[in-house]
C-alpha cells in the first residue's frame, strides 16, 4: 500500500502563498502520478493538479492556472502545490492523491486509489 501526508495549510489573506507538500511512503514505486483535490464548504471534492512521476506531464484545474504549480521531487517521493495569488475562493480541504493506473483520467475522483487525510486551507478577504 501506500500511504499520503500531506502538510502546509493554514490561514492566508487574499493574494498571499502557501505551499503544499505531500510525502508518500510505502509501496511507492507502484505509483503512476501523484495530484491535489480540494473540497470547498457545500460542495463536492474537485481536482486541481497532478503530475506524473515520468513523462513531465502536468494538468490543471482551470481556476487556478497561472497561479498554483504542481511539482514534484523523485527522491523524496514528494509532491507540492504552490500556490499563488490565492482567491477566498480556493478555501478547502485539499487532499493529496496518488493512483496506480496510467490510462486513468487524470480528473476524476475514481482514478485515484490512494488519498491522504487533507489538509486545511483558508484564505480570508
Known amino acids: 500500500q501506500v500511504q499520503l501526508v500531506e502538510s502546509g495549510g493554514g490561514l492566508v489573506q487574499a493574494g498571499g502563498s502557501l505551499r503544499l507538500s505531500c510525502a508518500a511512503s510505502?509501496?511507492?514505486?507502484?505509483?503512476?502520478?501523484m495530484g491535489w483535490f480540494r473540497q470547498a464548504p457545500g460542495k463536492e471534492r474537485e481536482f486541481v493538479a497532478v503530475?506524473?512521476?515520468?513523462?513531465?506531464?502536468?494538468y490543471y484545474l482551470d481556476s487556478v492556472k497561472g497561479r498554483f504549480t504542481v511539482s514534484r521531487d523523485n527522491a523524496k517521493s514528494t509532491v507540492y502545490l504552490q500556490m499563488n495569488s490565492l482567491k477566498p475562493d480556493d478555501t478547502a480541504v485539499y487532499y493529496c492523491?496518488?493512483?496506480?493506473?496510467?490510462?486513468?483520467?487524470?480528473?476524476?475522483?475514481?482514478?485515484?486509489?490512494?488519498w491522504g487525510q487533507g489538509t486545511q486551507v483558508t484564505v480570508s478577504s
Open positions: 492523491v496518488a493512483r496506480t493506473d496510467p490510462i486513468a483520467p487524470h480528473h476524476k475522483r475514481e482514478s485515484y486509489r490512494y
Open positions: 510505502g509501496r511507492t514505486f507502484s505509483t503512476y502520478a
Open positions: 503530475t506524473t512521476w515520468s513523462g513531465s506531464n502536468t
